[in-house]
């Protein structure tokens, strides 16, 4: 009966380390499937390399618009040619969520 209860202890362990761990899609270096999330970016209406939710609260990146020099993780400067990576705007099922911010953009 212990060995039961201690295996099932350990199996909810590892369920909740493995999802924690999936919960971070942005890793530490401000990847996302490869994607640095800074520089040029441009927003389409189908097939973008990130589906991006805006929200006002826990998102996975806080975002600064910038007019040039878009280089810190979370800078973004929105183009019209030549983007670095393509978003789309929805508002289900995104692939990242973000937050606009004025100052101390990246990570949160």
Known sequence: MKKRVSLLVCLML????STASAAS???SDGYYKGIRLAGKVKVVD???DIKVQIVNSFPDLKVQVVEAFPDKIGQWQF???FPDFTIQFVN???DI???YVNSFPGLP
């Open 14 to 17: 590892a369920l909740l380390v």
């Open 25 to 27: 899609k942005i890793n």
């Open 46 to 48: 189908a097939f973008p």
């Open 79 to 81: 183009v019209e040619s």
């Open 92 to 94: 289900a099922f995104p």
């Open 97 to 99: 969520k973000i937050q």
